[in-house]
């Protein structure tokens, strides 16, 4: 059903932006609504509750969690090429201006790894894309500041992804916060080969939509793999973990196409935020949900408007 309504989706989003000035306004929109929601959760997890991280659930009875936080840290990191798009092409910049602070300002509290790892590819993206030497120029800019805050702070990029020390989820109850020694001794590892092991046991044809969280070895968790591609290939099998790729590449495919022949930042916005989606499957499920279909829709409104201008 909730794939049916993404198809849905995407057949509306072209019916309503069917112009440049409705792709505008539509970016706007989202850079003016993020702000008060950032400024909400900041208030209430940094605040209110006095912790030392920003989540998304407000709870006054759990007093903050950083449960379930990646999902908009992800949604945050896709729509990011967006804002920077408009940033750059647009007379209204304070309006982006703001949007991509509080929009960073989230990342750096919520202590994302996939998301941060999403908003770096797409930045990369975006540099090697972009005909706008302008926007290379503040890209590089920003990507040798990243570099050298990592190296002169003396970060430990083990501890990052082992969320280890200064980096672990002191948000979470303490059953969840464990020392791993390796990644696949860690619940997203155990998912991981639940995953693959229940593919391979499906002769690579899959169990069937919805049946993960139902495995005989599910212990009784709703918890799905955070991993869109090993899902797919459990439930849905190797043409149904195809055909999504296929998709998403298909996708990228059109939109490269369209950049040979338009110079438009939002045309290459769509297509970072499209890379961006590839690897953000890795980490979250995203593919019933509204902002996986929303950045495929938005391409199709990208290739609708474009297609036939020259």
């Known amino acids: 059903m909730k794939i049916l309504l993404g198809i849905f989706l995407i057949f509306s989003f072209i019916n309503l932006l069917n112009r440049e000035e409705d792709l505008n306004l539509f970016f706007l929109v989202i850079a003016i609504t993020i702000v008060p929601i950032i400024i909400y959760l900041s208030y209430k997890y940094l605040y209110v509750y006095g912790l030392d991280f920003v989540g998304v659930q407000v709870d006054d009875s759990l007093r903050g969690t950083k449960t379930f936080k990646n999902s908009l840290a992800t949604s945050l990191a896709l729509i990011a090429p967006f804002l920077l798009a408009g940033f750059f092409s647009n007379k209204r910049r304070v309006i ?15 202590n994302s790894r996939s998301a941060t790892i999403i908003l770096l590819v797409e930045i990369l993206f975006f540099f090697f894309l972009s005909r706008s030497e302008k926007l290379k120029r503040n890209l590089r800019f920003i990507l040798l500041f990243f570099i050298g805050a990592i190296v002169i702070s003396g970060i430990s990029l083990s501890d990052w992804i082992m969320k280890n020390n200064a980096f672990s989820d002191s948000g979470l109850p303490e059953y969840f916060q464990v020392d791993n020694e390796s990644l696949f001794e860690t ?3 155990f998912l991981l080969i639940e995953s693959i092991n229940g593919y391979l046991d499906s002769s690579l044809v899959g169990n069937g939509i919805a049946t993960f969280r139902i495995r005989p070895t599910n212990l009784d968790s709703r918890t799905d793999t955070h991993n869109d591609y090993t899902l797919l290939l459990y439930e849905q099998g190797t043409l149904g973990f195809l055909l999504y790729l296929f998709l998403i590449m298909w996708r990228l495919s059109v939109n490269s196409k369209l950049l040979k022949q338009h110079s438009n930042r939002f045309l290459e916005a769509s297509s970072c935020s499209l890379a961006g989606l590839l690897v953000s499957l890795l980490f979250v499920n995203l593919i019933q949900t509204l902002i996986f279909w929303t950045i495929i829709a938005l391409s199709y409104v990208f290739s609708s408007i474009y297609k036939n201008k020259r």
Do not use: K
């Open 96 to 110: 982006y201006f703001f949007g991509i602070s509080a929009l960073l300002f989230f990342m750096y509290y919520v």
């Open 187 to 189: 619940h997203r590892g």
